[in-house]
């Protein structure tokens, strides 16, 4: 697939977005203002953005437990995104969601879930939506290898497929579900093999790499678009920090960590190279980006600082349409 | 005014929400062509709009929940059924922790206009996992509304006041109560959630119950009016909204109160409402509030077994004849 400059640079520009948005709730962890725990998507930047690159505004993304980069990504307000993590009355979710629900309905975000697997149900409801509304949207659905073996993977698999859902699932496969690695838990070498028993097309990827998910989003989209169906692609990636806020991920072997968190195989770096081989962009621009950029984050980062807590008494609103 | 039964009247209500609005689907376990729903609810329903509207699904409870949820937050109103009310244990994600707290965790970002229709309660020897009265787990889900229509002028004006709901609503019926007869207003009605119907005015005791247990207990009031008691009837018609006036001042006025269920005793709706009513009412109580339940067993199998878990009009008698 022949993919042009101009998104090759976005594709670059998101990738690093995310990375630094990222980066800014770890130091804001750093200074202790974030309640709760953390799942932090660093290292998984480039499934996120290279997914939703292949989207356009009205298609619909479902989020998992780690989601700060798929909203992100989608074009989330930062501001409002960080806000929320710090349990702001400003944040997106008012401060009633915090990391594991951060959520942008606005631009197309169904909502972040804290219970793992429990994503994959509501897309296949949305994409139903989709299709039965006649629109030609689609949705694409996130969550990890260790949702691959929740029921609801193969009951949701089963009803896309039955379905012919405008429907894309991207396993984010970093390889531990917490602590327990992927070869205690799954027979096959792959989460994408399982996809093969619901008669739907399946592809592994380099989940590092934002142009190869990027590819293959695009072709699964339109997949999906023309009516032909869900396809699932497996994006092998990996974990920069440990599952959560003080998981020092000490269960992985050295050698595999070498691997993964090398330079080389940095997500950033990655986009970033391929970008200036094509010549998307320049080493000036790179730069010239990652200062925009920061500028923005930092702005967001003020903004969620600045802002107030809600009033105690806010916990009563929003249970139903109008209070019983 | 046409006489009809329950579930007549329950389908009607369905029938013309659907035609009133082409957002509002079916979908659950054998509600489709080849069965009309394990208890005929919605038989001919798929003849009239399709299969697409009136959908069968795998057997996949979470994902049936599940898809309502993702489907009425982008934009339709689904219906699901799940089959059993015992069965609703495999979806209790999707219910108690999606559609519930979606409004909520979200800050009021979105809508979950969802009805999931269940059917509680024994008399028909189907054991227990076919048997159980679950409605108060539902009650202690804030989000959710639980409606627990027992007539069948009632169910046509709920069911459509819970489709047009904008919250997810818990739609629980019960097995004995499908073919029970009533005059149905032929016109267009709607029964607003949290209002109370008295169904037999009376002096001297209130019974609140719900489902089958209230045609018991309307036998039973009957039954002593000719011993010169005279007893007074509330169906709640919903349980969140809860109409706790109608039920205090029926207590200010007879000063005694038997609370009687199918469901089995300890936690059940009945406690709440036994609380409620000391909270609010206690200087008007005559007598000690009187409970009368199911035992605290799982639904036993064989007849005689059954018929001594499930309360009868003899118990009922009782317990009112004990406070007089």
Partial sequence: MAVDKKTLKELFTRTLKTRLFEEKVWDLFGENVVPGTLHLCLGQEAVAAGVATAL?????IQSSHRGHGHVVAKGADMSAALAELLGKKTGSCKGKGG?????????????????????????????????????????????????????????????SAIWKLPLVWIVENNFYAMGTPITLTCPSSTVAQRAEAYCIPSKVIDGNNTLEVYEATVEAVKRAREGSGPTLIECQTYRMKGHSRFDP????????????????????????????EQGAITEKDAEKIRVKLQKEVDKAGEFAMKSDFPEPEEALDDVYAEAI | MTEMVYREALKAGLREEMLRDERVFLLGEDIGLNWG???????????????????????????????????AITGMVPIAEIMFGDLITLAMDQVCNQAAKMRYMFGGQTSVPLV?????????????????????????????????????SDVKGLIKTAIRDPDPVLFAEHKLVYDKKEEVPDDEYLIPFGEAKVRREGADVTIWGTFI?????LEVAEELQKEGISVEVIDPRTLVPLDKKTLIESVKKTGRLVLVTEETKTGATTAEIAAIVQEEAFDWLDAPIKRVNAPDTPVPFSPPL???????????????????
């Avoid at chain 2, 247990?213 to 207990?217: E, G, R, Y």
Wanted: net charge negative; hydrophobic share 45%.
């Fill in chain 2, 213 to 217: 247990m209230l045609h018991k207990a």
């Fill in chain 1, 56 to 60: 356009k505004d009205s298609d619909w």
């Fill in chain 1, 249 to 276: 991920a000490k269960y992985r072997p050295q050698e595999e960590a070498d691997y993964w968190l090398s330079p080389e195989k940095d997500a950033v770096n990655v986009i970033q190279k391929i970008a200036l």
């Fill in chain 1, 99 to 159: 990391s594991m629900h951060i959520t942008q309905f606005d631009v197309g975000v169904l909502g972040a879930t804290g219970v793992v697997g429990s994503g994959l149900p509501i897309a296949v409801g949305a994409a139903l939506s989709c299709q039965m509304r006649k629109t030609d949207d689609v949705v694409v659905c996130f969550f990890g290898d260790g949702a691959s073996n929740n029921g609801t993977f193969g009951e949701s698999l089963n009803m």
């Fill in chain 2, 116 to 152: 999931i229709r269940t059917v509680f309660g024994g008399g028909k020897n189907l054991a227990s996992h076919h048997s159980q009265s679950l409605e108060a787990w539902f009650m202690h889900t804030p989000g959710l509304k639980v409606a627990v229509p027992a007539f069948a």
């Fill in chain 2, 306 to 324: 059954e018929n001594y878990f499930i309360p009868d009009n003899k118990r009922i008698a009782q317990a009112v004849r004990d406070i007089v």
């Fill in chain 2, 37 to 71: 729903g394990a208890f005929k609810v919605t038989k001919d329903l798929a003849e009239e709009f399709g299969v697409e509207r009136v959908r069968d699904t795998p057997i996949s409870e979470n994902t049936i929940a599940g898809a309502a949820v993702g489907a």
